[in-house]
């Protein structure tokens, strides 16, 4: 065998052993991602073996669960939306400070407290209009009272 005959069937094992590798990583791509689409169907369907978030598994309890607090019950979700933050913001409130009372009842400080806007009482009643649209509808003739 002469030099280059020898290199190229050196260069010809080489290659064959390249595209082994090569379509060996491509099957097992395509394997994971049918197995990926297999599981994604799965959940779709309802099919729910071993496909679990864990987020979702950690919060589920909490969000089907009704709290009571101060004599009114409510899911997690409705808490959370009177209080005005997100229901994973309201679960750290309750493992920090150890129950949903202390959780509702919390008011931030600092940087991150929301505060009314200057001069806004927080117990003043908003307006519902002016009052002059009814009664102008109303009252087509008006009559003013003549000064002397």
Known sequence: MTPAERAREIDRQEFETECKAARDRALAYVNHCRQLEKQR???WIGVTKNVVNKINQLQ?????????????????????????????????????????????????????????APGVSLNFAPSEGTGAGSTAQETPKITFSEKA
């Open 41 to 43: 169907v799965q959940v």
């Open 60 to 116: 589920l309890s909490d969000r089907a669960h009704r709290h009571t607090v101060n004599g009114e019950s409510k899911t997690l979700g409705e808490w959370a939306k009177i209080i005005g933050i997100t229901p994973k913001a309201l679960l750290g409130r309750r493992r920090r400070l150890g129950s949903m009372e202390a959780a509702i009842a919390f008011q931030p400080t600092g940087r991150w407290a929301k505060r009314p």
